[in-house]
């Protein structure tokens, strides 16, 4: 999470935090090039406070996806500690993910931020992590004979960054998910009609996350 920074006093950190949480909501709501002026107002701090935490425009932009991937690490183990099974898992996990507009915020940030994301060597481990829940819950919930077997972790990761355009006067909290319980359906077993194509594999996820993969056991 966005407090896991270290050499910082709490209060420090806890202003940190503040700017993170605020920015995120911000960023979805107007757009990354929203002042940081309204950034710093909607925190509570001061500007002076902000720049001290973050200098320009992009160091907020990669806190708060650096803030992101901890979140999602974050939902995938707690799903996969509190659930009963693999299946209840993976569909808690993605309703998570729709509930943190995870597709709308990529859409934003990835422009500025996607080769410096993706090449971070500090947030390979947090890549990883996400990366290897994902590839066990879908293969544990296959086994299980719960998630349809042409489906794969690509279509999965796919489904975390789910977006859904909702028009006037239908509240968008609703529409997200409505459109996930959908979309949950479509993944159990023995439902819909066969997908196109060959199922996506393990290679095909990992390039999507730019994660390699596990070095060889000696």
């Known amino acids: 999470m966005a ?4 050499g910082l006093r709490a209060d420090a950190r806890r202003n940190r935090d503040l700017i993170v949480t605020a920015a995120r909501r911000l960023f979805l709501d107007q757009g990354v090039d929203v002042p940081l002026e309204e ?30 991937l901890r979140r999602l690490a974050d939902l995938v183990e707690t799903a996969q500690r509190e659930e009963p ?15 943190l507009r995870l597709g709308e915020l990529s859409a934003r940030l990835d422009p500025h931020l996607h080769q410096r994301i993706r090449a971070g060597h500090d947030l390979a481990e947090i890549r990883q992590r996400v990366v290897t829940a994902v590839l066990e ?10 998630l349809r077997p042409d489906a794969g972790p690509l279509d999965v990761a796919m489904l975390m960054t789910l977006s859904v355009y909702a028009p006037p006067g239908v509240p968008g909290d609703q529409a997200v998910r409505r459109v996930m319980e959908i979309m949950l359906d479509g993944l159990r077993a023995g439902g819909g009609s066969g997908l196109p194509g060959a199922p996506p594999a393990e290679d095909d996820l990992r ?7 596990p070095p060889a056991a000696d």
């Open 85 to 99: 099974d693999a299946w209840h898992a993976l569909c808690r996990f993605l309703r998570s993910s729709a509930e």
């Open 207 to 213: 390039r999507y996350t730019a994660v390699d993969p």
């Open 137 to 146: 819950l879908t293969a544990r919930a296959q086994a299980d004979g719960a």
């Open 3 to 6: 407090g896991e920074t270290p």
């Open 39 to 68: 950034v710093a107002r909607r925190a509570g701090v001061g500007i002076g406070t902000l720049y001290r935490r973050f200098p320009d425009r992009d160091a907020l932009l990669r806190a708060v996806g650096e803030d992101t």
